[in-house]
Structures are given as structure tokens and as C-alpha cells.
């Protein structure tokens, strides 16, 4: 029962951000000045807002921001453009609107820099989304005062004038325009028109939207970092900018939020609230560098070049702490230049890097990177603490202190521990403006690395005003040896424990002259193969004998800069201690500045099924209580054995809060899937699980094969799920109750194994065979192949160049300097699709990549920008119209010759067809008598069957499909009963290459192309030879000619002239000619008598004759068909190149003036109509609406403009508007987003 108290809840309130369990706020109580007094960190996340409630200033009165950086290169604008003032100081903008320099602003040079950008692109998708909203409600309003003024009209005319037929017309097309319009409303956001120039010290900077009509009404800012300046684009968007100045000016960075995560993250380790110590963050008085690396263009994804760029960012604004709560799955642990970059920043500049363990638990190895997965980085698990729970959870019924059930565990691939510490994982602190609210709840790996951050932060103060020295492993050391730890816990789970930083202090206080906390110990655990940072048994090679035998190898690493004396005389005698009797190693080891090897002995004969872990810990001689010098772990994941043909195994767990129950198997040889069943006991109400299966594969990211399901059970209540596995491989079945899903349960888990296997190539260049072999259990068969995307192979355009980079923002820690690859591919679409592209060999990998970044465009003809993506290209799909498109790459390298490599590097577009294309699939080899098509059938273990599939029909193809492209899909072997396919949004979002149990992935080559005819060996074809020789000597000279038109200059109209004469029977030539000297020439009224006599040559009756009825083979000879064949392709020519005629002829008329111009167009209009509609024709679209313009028929006008997307028809479409008084409802600025006179800067 609650009843009315009156509370002032003190204790809730500072649990916000929890600081009390990691013991900061322990060291401030004692030391109100170690609160990260003197102590700078970098945000590496999505952005710190400097208008965020909480995050104006420290607790000693300094700015709480001292720097705000976007290293994505997202809101960076070219401002090459250089304007001179006028004699009153004004000028002209990109946009073509004119300003004036107001006197106060110093302009000693008399010139300004100017360009243009489009306010969306610097703005988070929600905010986009708000402003959308809003934006779209005042148009609204607008639009339905026009449409009823115009319907208005439309009726006063039907009542007064009744008969006037051509009136009515146009006010109706100007109803119907109307209504096209508002249904195909569009926001393009606001325009920015962007202005800089040097006041003779420093940059200065302003941006305009259209609200802005005089600039004395904005202040122009500088460098956030010299001046702490920033501003907001509108009071309604609640946006705050700021800005930096690159490359002498030629491109200012407009520094923005791509999302509410940064903000959020810098308010847990940092905020400080001025009335109230309790709403303070871990460290309220550290001073904090935003650097935005999750790019804006991607939705808020981290970008290799923006980590890296990063990493000088922090460097240069002498930070000793950077926090990173970003990750990604990872193929390759601790590899790749990003990783590299920031193991750099640790052991050569001394910065603690600290970041997130990743949100993909509870399963074992299921740890992001950077945080859990590279050496030398300290990553973060998360636990949600009683206060934690009770202050920002509201849990009616608390639980004890627990890791979150999502939290990512250990190991990592290669033995490491991964996480190494743990944090509360939850606060409610500030969040942008934009979002009209002050603070925000989240919770993650992304909260506990913050608060980790904070507490280090604190403990750095306490050591700086000490004196004591550190570097990043001593205070590593520290935390991990002082950690509390979690009651059921593992090292897997949370690392050494809860962070205790207050123990921590005295640690390094008591043992401030030990040389042996300094380095960095480089551990390489060797059992099958070296280079492994622990020792990880899990698949079944693992237990092929009792005993594994390894070498662990050890390696001080000092920091660079350290005495060589303390290197020489460097001597730690250690004492090497396990607490499990499985494990045999040495006792003692005496380390020096050298590397050291000793052997390891790990007995798992006795081992119980399921998981076990323990640790080798190096204590130094007669110093104990200090803790372990190194740790080398020791993971073994016992499979449950399963005797053949055993395929099911059932095991019962009592469950509760937080508790996993972990269950590993030996896949049997020959399985491809598995079905998990877990039943509920005899309990009261329901519970939330998570169910998590993962099958790691060497080399591949641990989501390749994983299932991660969220689901509720009730008393004896069942569910199901199935997942894609592989034999002799190890599996891990995972079922955890969730966090905060309080009381305890019962519950069963059963596993069922499926073996189906499917052997053979699965890339068909033709007609192909599969075999289907049942390897467990029994299986119905009935096989479909589907095929649902389209490989299309394309080329550069041309082989790229690569250019050396700006030095300002584009050098490595080791002084290398990065060079630029840009690669440009074009292609069309027949028909609307989805598509996105590929590189091979470089999209599938970000932070183990061996590019350092690779951000690619997708522009249309107009330049303007249709998608943007860097890695993990499948999460940038979009969708396209038919027409034209250029991709273009930007590849990133500190290497030229790797790069110089790429020049002709093709991609992969991946076109989504239209509908999915089946292949027939036969049980009997096809071309033999026997063919038959596969029916349903039943298959028990140990009987195989072949499966033939044919090749799609050529007729089938789809119309972009070029020979040497491939059809991508599946074959399902299943019969549909027993396939269930289960995915929920987490699932949907996976890789395309992750099928369910009784599917594969199948590719079949596109062979596409054209066969001649056979040659004819009739007593004719001496003749029919010469004559072809004289066609193909005629044929030459006129394709030489239409080559030369093509380039035609004004100085070249006699030789058009010439052309025309030489060719005066050929309409085609005839309307190239006059096409060209319409573009060249002045005076269009002068091609009227060239037009009318090229159109008069056309037979026209035997046009329409042809036209007109069906033209008949009689005798069905290969030669009476290539005659017809001909016959209607010359026919269909000379139609096209009439009406083709005919719209010169119309956009010559349009020229003229008054009556001459009516009825010069009206013929036109009225001889196309013979031939075809020019009223459903995009080609006569301009020329129809200007005909109609020019008539003053505005309504007409519009509909011919129709859905035509060229920047013609946006011009001719807003002068129409204005025309009409329709000016609210058109945005003319947003020419400079559809049809932007650049393409955008990419990283420069």
C-alpha cells in the first residue's frame, strides 16, 4: 500500500546518475576538488549539445564544452567561393539572394565567402520528423485557402458563364493542379545561406535561412573552441549549432547532433547542475570535447575517418580520457587501422580510452567493437544497481543488484576477457533541446561506459592533485584488482566486478613508485595456434583429448618515453596462481623487460558439461594485496554429449531475475539446424526471457549464426524456435529471465538437432544437380528455388585518382598522411527498384577493415543526392525510379599504392527484382526421357537424393540483366509444414545471408546475348554481298556524320548545312541537323521552313497506311520475316523522327509572337496528335506547358508539367505559381537541394 508522505526523496534523485557504486562520489565526499577538477574528456559519440540544461560549466566556473568537432565531415560546406563587396558592402549568395555586410562587422579584405546547405542534412531524423510535422500542418492551411478560393471560382463560372467552354476548362485544370500538388507535398527543409570571412584575426561565421532578410539581425560567431559561441537555427526547431574553419576557410564545418545519445552520455559523466549537487553527473567538474563520429548522413552511424580524425581532435585538445559508447559486431578481434588508432592514442599519447562492451548479451562472446573486443581499450559491462532501479525504473518490486540481461559477455574470440569492468548501466540526464524536454532515461552499455569514464575522471583528479603519476594500464590495474564483484557473476559477465574507484585511489597512492603497474602486458595464449590473449575451449576439437597443452607468452610494454634506466633495471619476480585444479601452470616467473613463456596445462577429461572459467593471476612476490600484474584467461565451454543418432536434449533450470542458464553442444556432424522448445512450470502470472543461441565461426561476426529471441511465458505454457547451424561446430543455447521480470520460475529447454544437408555448387552457370542427404532425424522434401535480387556487375567510369588529403585534418598519430580514392560508377534501372551497392572485399568490414573509411553517394542527373552509405551497405537500401544514376566512392588509405591498387574496382549493385523469379526443380535429370518435376517426399537419415535445377528462362530475365550479372536467392527444401520462419525486428535487420535451417543461399549466372542469323547461300548472295558493301560504305559515312553533329560548334553551321544537303533523303540526319542548330542558334524562327520541309518529305499516307492495319508475313520464310522485320523498324523510325520534328517544330513556334506563334504551335499540336498523344508524352511536357502559358491558361500549363522532375520544369512550374498567386505554396529555395549546382564535399 502507498500512502502520502511527505519525502523529499534525496536519495532518488542523486540515483539518477548513479555515482555512489562506483565509490566517486566517495572521493568527493572526502575531497570536494577531486570531482575531475583539471581533467579533460573526449565524447566520441553523436555530438554534445552545448544548450543541454546541465552541461554549461564545471563546479570551479569554467565552460563546461571547451571544444565541439564533427570529424564525419557531415556539415562541413565548400566555401571556396570567393564574393568582393560592392561599394555598399553588399553582396550576392549562392541561393542569388543579395545581402549587405553590416558596418559593424570588421571585413578588412572586402570580401566574403559564401555557400549553401540544406538544413535537414544537419539535423537529426526525429527533429527532421517534428519540423516535418509542423512544417506540413501550416502549409495545410495555406493550401486549403487556395484550393477553396480556386473551387470557388471553378463554381461562379459554371453559374455565370456557363457556356464558356474553354473557361471552365482551365479553372477546373487549375482545381485539379491544385489537388496534384497538395498530394504530392514535399519538405526539403529549409535552405541555409552560409557566409564567412576574416575579420583580420580569426574566421567568422553566419548562416541564413529565408527568415532572414538583413544580417544585422544575426551575430556572427567563430571557433566554438576559441570563443564557446553557439546559436540556435529557430526558436522553433530548437537546434543549436557551432561552427569550425578549415583549409584557410575554404570549408566551415557546421557542427550539429546527429542524435540525443552523445548529449545524454556526456550529462551521465559530466553534467553539473549549479542549484542542485544532486542531478550532478560522476564528474561534475570535468570539462568535456565533443566529437561527433556518428555521421548525420547515416543516420547516425560512427565512420572510420571520423574515429580517426577523432583521435587528433582529443590529442590536440589534451585530453586524458576519451569515452566511446558506440560498437559494431566485429569479424576479426583487435585488427583493423580504426582499432589501430585508438590503441595508438592509449600507448603512445597516454589517453585511458573507455567504451562500451556492446547491448548483444547474454550469450557468451557476443562483445563490440571497439570497447570489448581490441586490447589496450578498458570496456564496460552493465549492471543495474537496487538504487538504480528504484530511482529510474519505478519497479514496484526491486531485485537485488544484477547485470542487465542485454549487457554483451565474454569472451572474447580469441580468449580475452572483453569486458572488464562493469558500471550502472542506466541514468535519466540531459538531452538536446531540440527534443523539447531536459533530460531523458536510457539505459545500455552505452550509460555504464560514461559513468565508468566519470569515476575514472574522478580518480585522475584525485592522482593530479596528488601528484602521483599514470598511465592507462596502471589505472586499469587499479580498477580491475579493486573491482566488486557480483554475486553469480563470472569475469565473462562483468569483468573483475562492479569498478570501485575510491580502492582504486589507494591502490595507486600505496604503490605510486611501482614500476611493475606501468606497462602494459601483452598477453599471447598459444594452444593450436599463437596469438590468442587467452585460452577459449568450445568446439568440439577442443575435446578430442583430456588434456590441452599451451604456451602463454608475456611482454612488457612501456611507454616510449620512459627512462631507459627504469627499462634496464626493471625486475618483477611473480607468483603465478589458479584457483581451479583443472588448470597446471608454473608457480613462479620472474618478468623483465623481455618476453617471458611459460606453459599451461588445462585438463577438461573431468569437467562437468557447461561453462567453466578461471584465471591465471600474476601476483607480485610479497605484495598480494595489490593484485594481479596480468591476468591470462582461461574459458572452457563443455559440451553436452550426444550419442548417435541421439538428436534431442531436454534439461530443466529454476529461474529468476536476471538469472542465464547456459547449455553448450557439440553440433553432430552433418546437422544444419536446430529447434529450441522451452516449456514453462507451475508458476503464477508470466515471465520475460530471452532465449539466445550462437554458433561463433572463425573469421565471421557472432550474428552470422545467431538467434535472439524476447518472448513471455505463462504455467506450462511452450514455444518454439529454429535456427541455421552447423555440424562439428560448438553451440551455445542461452535462456535468461529478464532483469526486472521478478519471482522465480520453472522451466524446461529442449533441443532438437536437424540434419539436412545439401551438397554441390550452389553458383549454376547452367542447368545444375544438388544432392540432399538427411544426416538426422527424418525430413519432408519439397524443393523451391526462388530468386529475389539482382548482382549487377558495373565498372568506373573511368580508373580513379588518388589525391593526397589536407594535412589539417587527415595525419595519423605516427605522422602518416591519408590519401583519397574517388571512384565513380554509373547505371540505369528499366523500372523503379531497391538497390544498394558493394564493394567486395571492403563493405562487409568497418573497424577491422583495411580501409580507413569508405563513404559512397548515390546521385541522380541533377546532382542531387539520393542516398548515402559507408559499411554494412544493406542497411542503406533505397528505393529508386527509372532513369540514370551515379554512384561514387570515396576510399580513405594512409597507403598510395593500396589505393592506386583500387582504380578499377568494380561493385556490385544489388537490385531487389520486382517479384521473385522460380526455377523449375526436377527429382529425374532434365533432357532425358525421364524428366520429372520433384514432388513432396519423405527422407530419413542416411538416404540421399539428387535435385536438378534449370536455369531461368531467358524470356524471364530481368530488363537490366547483362551477361555476366547473377540471380541471387534461395532454395528451400522443407516442405512449407515444416518450415517456420519466426523473425522478429531484431532478426529482420541481420545479414541477408543468414537462412533458416532448410535453406541456402543459391546464385545462378546471367548469359545473356544476341546470336546472328545464319548467312542465306542463295545464287543471290553474290549480289546481296555487294549491295551490303555499298550499304556499309554509305552507312560510314552517315554514321561519320551524325558523330560530327554531335560535337558541332556555332562555327560549324555551313558544315550542318552540307550534311543536311548530302543526306536530304535521311530524316533521321535531317532532324539531328536541325536539332543541333536549335541548340546553336539565336533565331529558332529560321528553322521553321527547314522543319516544315523535313516534314513534308515524310510520306504520310503511307504512314498511317502502315499504321493502320496489320502487316502480314504470306510465306513464313526466314526471308519474308527479316523484310517485315525491317520494314517495321524503318517505319517505326521515321514516326519517331516525325514527332520528333514536330516538337522543334512547337518549341521553334514558342519563339515567336503573337498570332504566329498560335498557330504555328497549334499545327504542330494538331499533326503529332495523328501520330500519338503529346499530352502522354514526358518529351512534350515543357513545350505543351509553355504553349498553354503563353496562352495565360496556368492550370492547363501545370498539368502538362505532371510529375517532370527536371530543373526546366521546376522553373517553369514556380514562374506558373507566382503567376496565379500561389506563391505560399511553392518552395522556390529547394531548387538548391533538388538541383544543387555541386556535388557535396565527401571527407576532406
Not at 599463437?530 to 568440439?540: A, E, K, S, V
Amino acid at each position: 500500500m502507498t500512502t502520502v508522505a511527505d519525502n523529499t526523496h534525496a536519495a532518488e534523485l542523486s540515483a539518477l546518475i548513479p555515482a555512489q557504486e562506483t565509490g566517486a562520489l566517495a572521493i568527493q565526499r572526502n575531497d570536494p576538488e577531486c570531482d575531475g577538477r583539471g581533467i579533460r574528456i573526449a565524447v566520441f559519440d553523436t555530438g554534445v549539445d552545448p544548450a543541454a540544461l546541465h552541461l554549461k560549466t564545471t563546479t570551479d566556473g569554467k565552460p563546461k564544452i571547451i571544444d565541439i568537432v564533427d570529424t564525419t565531415g557531415s556539415g562541413d560546406v565548400d566555401m571556396k567561393k570567393v564574393v568582393k563587396l560592392g561599394d555598399d558592402r553588399s553582396f550576392k549568395t549562392l541561393t542569388g539572394r543579395t545581402f549587405k555586410v553590416p558596418e559593424a562587422w570588421a571585413c578588412p579584405s572586402g570580401e566574403v565567402r559564401v555557400g549553401v546547405k540544406a538544413a535537414f542534412e544537419l539535423f537529426p531524423t526525429p527533429l527532421i520528423r517534428r519540423l516535418k510535422r509542423k512544417r506540413k500542418e501550416d502549409w495545410e492551411k495555406k493550401a486549403r485557402a487556395v484550393t477553396r478560393a480556386a473551387e470557388a471560382e471553378e463554381t461562379a463560372a459554371k453559374d455565370k458563364t456557363p457556356d464558356d467552354e474553354a473557361r471552365l476548362k482551365e479553372l477546373k485544370a487549375r482545381v485539379g493542379a491544385l489537388s496534384s500538388h497538395v498530394g504530392g507535398y514535399a519538405d526539403h527543409g529549409p535552405v541555409l545561406d552560409c557566409i564567412a570571412f576574416n575579420n583580420g584575426t580569426e574566421w567568422m561565421a553566419v548562416v541564413a535561412d529565408e527568415t532572414v532578410t538583413d544580417l544585422s539581425s544575426v551575430s556572427p560567431m567563430g571557433d566554438y573552441k576559441q570563443r564557446q559561441e553557439y546559436g540556435l537555427f529557430s526558436d522553433e526547431d530548437q537546434m543549436s549549432y557551432s561552427f569550425k574553419f578549415y583549409a584557410d576557410g575554404d570549408i566551415l564545418s557546421i557542427v550539429t547532433t546527429s542524435g540525443s545519445h552523445g548529449t545524454h552520455v556526456a550529462g551521465i559523466l559530466g553534467a553539473h547542475d549549479e542549484s542542485s549537487s544532486e542531478r550532478n553527473g560522476v564528474a561534475p567538474g570535468v570539462q568535456v570535447v565533443s566529437v561527433k563520429i556518428g555521421d548525420g548522413r547515416l543516420d547516425s552511424m560512427e565512420t572510420g575517418a571520423g574515429i580517426i580524425r577523432g583521435v587528433n581532435a582529443a590529442i590536440d585538445n589534451g585530453c586524458h580520457l576519451i569515452n566511446m559508447s558506440f560498437g559494431e559486431a566485429s569479424a576479426v578481434p583487435n585488427a583493423g587501422h580504426v582499432v589501430r588508432a585508438l590503441q595508438d592514442a592509449v600507448r603512445e599519447k597516454g589517453i585511458i580510452f573507455i567504451g562500451s562492451a556492446s547491448n548483444s548479451g547474454p550469450a557468451l562472446s557476443t562483445l563490440g567493437c571497439p570497447g570489448g573486443l581490441s586490447s589496450a581499450l578498458i570496456g564496460v559491462g552493465a549492471y543495474a544497481s537496487s538504487a538504480l532501479m528504484a530511482s529510474s525504473y519505478a519497479l514496484p518490486h526491486p531485485v537485488p543488484d544484477v547485470q542487465y540481461t542485454w549487457s554483451s559477455r565474454g569472451p572474447t574470440p580469441d580468449g580475452a576477457t572483453g569486458v572488464c569492468i562493469s558500471a550502472p548501466g542506466g541514468a535519466i540526464t540531459d538531452v538536446p533541446t531540440y527534443n523539447l524536454k531536459s533530460t531523458q532515461l536510457m539505459n545500455g552499455t552505452s550509460m555504464s561506459s560514461p559513468n565508468m569514464c566519470g569515476s575514472a575522471a574522478v580518480l585522475l583528479s584525485a592522482l593530479m592533485k596528488r601528484g602521483i603519476p599514470w598511465s592507462p594500464f596502471s589505472v586499469r590495474k587499479a580498477l580491475e584488482n579493486t573491482a566488486k564483484p557480483l554475486s553469480g557473476s563470472t569475469p565473462l559477465d562483468n569483468g573483475q566486478g562492479v569498478a570501485q574507484v575510491d580502492k582504486a585511489l589507494d591502490l595507486l597512492v600505496n604503490h605510486r613508485d611501482d614500476l611493475s603497474f606501468l606497462p602494459e602486458y601483452k598477453v599471447e595464449a598459444g594452444y593450436f595456434a599463437m596469438g590468442g590473449r587467452g585460452i577459449y575451449l568450445r568446439d568440439p576439437g577442443h575435446f578430442t583429448q583430456d588434456r590441452v597443452e599451451a604456451i602463454v607468452s608475456v611482454t612488457p610494454s612501456f611507454h616510449k618515453d620512459t627512462p631507459k634506466e627504469d627499462l634496464i633495471h626493471f625486475e618483477c619476480p611473480l607468483s603465478l596462481v589458479c584457483d581451479k585444479s583443472w588448470v597446471n601452470v608454473a608457480s613462479f616467473l620472474l618478468m623483465n623487460n623481455s618476453t617471458r613463456s611459460f606453459g599451461v596445462h588445462v585438463n577438461t577429461g573431468d569437467l562437468e558439461p557447461g561453462l567453466h572459467y578461471t584465471e591465471i593471476r600474476a601476483y607480485r612476490v610479497g605484495d598480494a594485496d595489490a593484485g594481479p600484474v596480468f591476468r591470462v584467461p582461461v574459458t572452457v565451454c563443455k559440451p553436452t554429449p550426444l550419442a548417435a543418432p541421439q538428436s534431442t536434449a531436454t534439461t530443466s533450470a529454476v529461474m529468476s531475475a536476471g538469472a542465464v542458464k547456459r547449455y553448450f553442444y557439440a553440433v553432430p556432424s552433418g546437422v544444419t539446424g536446430c529447434k529450441v522448445t522451452v516449456t514453462g512450470g507451475a508458476f503464477e502470472g508470466s515471465r520475460r526471457f530471452i532465449l539466445h543461441a550462437v554458433q561463433l565461426a572463425h573469421q565471421k561476426p557472432f550474428n552470422n549464426a545467431e538467434l535472439h529471441r524476447f518472448f513471455a511465458l505463462r504455467e506450462r505454457e511452450t514455444t518454439t524456435f529454429e535456427l541455421a547451424i552447423n555440424g562439428d561446430r560448438g553451440l551455445e543455447v542461452c535462456v535468461a529471465q529478464w532483469w526486472s521480470s521478478a519471482g522465480a520460475c520453472d522451466i524446461t529447454i529442449t533441443v532438437e538437432f536437424i540434419g539436412l544437408d545439401l551438397r554441390g555448387d550452389r553458383t549454376f552457370a547452367g542447368p545444375a544437380r544438388l544432392d540432399a542427404l538427411c544426416t538426422l532425424g527424418k525430413v519432408t522434401l519439397q524443393p523451391k528455388v526462388q530468386y529475389t535480387t539482382l548482382e549487377r556487375v558495373i565498372f568506373p567510369v573511368r580508373a580513379g585518382t588518388v589525391r593526397p588529403l589536407r594535412e589539417e585534418r587527415n595525419v595519423l598519430i605516427d605522422g602518416s598522411h591519408m590519401y583519397a580514392l574517388e571512384l565513380s560508377y554509373s547505371f540505369s534501372l528499366s523500372d523503379k527498384a531497391n538497390v544498394y551497392p558493394v564493394l567486395p572485399g571492403v563493405s562487409d568490414f568497418l573497424y577491422e577493415g583495411d580501409m580507413h573509411n569508405q563513404l559512397w553517394m548515390i546521385f541522380d542527373d541533377n546532382n542531387r543526392i539520393l542516398q548515402r552509405g559507408d559499411a554494412f551497405p544493406n542497411r542503406y537500401k533505397t528505393d529508386l525510379k527509372k532513369g540514370s544514376y551515379t554512384i561514387v566512392y570515396q576510399l580513405r588509405h594512409s597507403s598510395k599504392s593500396k589505393l592506386e591498387d583500387m582504380k578499377e574496382s568494380h561493385i556490385l549493385l544489388i537490385q531487389k527484382l520486382k517479384s521473385p523469379l522460380s526455377a523449375s526443380v526436377y527429382s529425374v535429370q532434365p533432357g532425358t526421357t525421364a524428366q520429372q518435376s520433384f514432388s513432396k517426399m519423405d527422407l530419413v537419415r542416411g538416404r540421399s537424393v539428387p535435385v536438378f535445377v534449370e536455369p531461368v528462362k531467358a524470356s524471364k530475365l530481368p530488363k537490366d540483366a547483362a551477361h555476366g550479372d547473377v540471380l541471387s536467392g534461395t532454395i528451400t527444401m522443407a516442405a512449407d509444414a515444416q518450415v517456420r520462419t519466426r523473425l522478429n525486428r531484431r532478426e529482420r535487420k541481420k545479414r541477408t545471408d543468414h537462412p533458416e535451417w532448410s535453406t541456402w543461399c543459391v546464385r545462378a549466372l546471367v548469359t545473356k546475348g544476341k546470336v546472328k542469323p545464319a548467312e542465306t547461300t542463295s545464287s543471290s548472295s553474290k549480289k546481296s554481298k555487294k549491295n551490303k558493301k555499298n550499304k556499309a560504305y554509305k552507312d560510314a559515312i552517315k554514321a561519320a556524320d551524325l558523330d560530327f553533329i554531335k560535337s558541332a560548334t556555332k562555327d560549324d553551321v555551313d558544315v550542318l548545312a552540307e550534311i543536311g544537303e548530302r543526306h536530304a533523303g535521311a530524316l533521321d540526319v535531317q532532324l539531328a541537323v536541325i536539332t543541333k542548330r536549335f541548340d546553336l542558334t539565336d533565331s529558332k524562327e529560321s528553322l521553321l521552313p527547314l522543319i516544315e520541309e523535313a516534314v513534308d518529305s515524310v510520306d504520310t499516307r503511307a504512314l498511317a497506311e502502315y499504321f493502320g492495319r496489320t502487316d502480314v508475313v504470306e510465306e513464313e520464310t526466314q526471308e519474308a520475316k527479316d523484310a517485315a522485320a525491317k520494314r517495321k523498324e524503318d517505319m517505326t523510325s521515321t514516326k519517331s523522327n516525325l514527332i520528333a520534328l514536330l516538337l522543334l517544330q512547337l518549341k521553334c513556334a514558342l519563339e515567336l509572337e503573337g498570332d504566329a506563334r498560335t498557330n504555328t504551335a497549334r499545327t504542330a499540336i494538331t499533326n503529332a496528335k495523328r501520330w500519338t498523344d503529346p499530352y502522354k508524352d514526358s518529351k512534350w511536357a515543357l513545350s505543351l506547358a509553355k504553349y498553354h502559358m503563353a496562352r495565360e491558361e496556368y492550370g492547363q500549363a501545370l498539368q502538362c508539367i505532371g510529375d517532370e522532375t527536371s530543373k526546366d520544369a521546376f522553373e517553369l512550374k514556380q514562374q506558373l505559381f507566382d503567376k496565379l498567386g500561389w506563391t505560399d505554396l511553392f518552395d522556390s529555395r529547394s531548387v538548391h537541394v533538388l538541383f544543387p549546382s555541386a556535388r557535396p564535399l565527401f571527407v576532406e
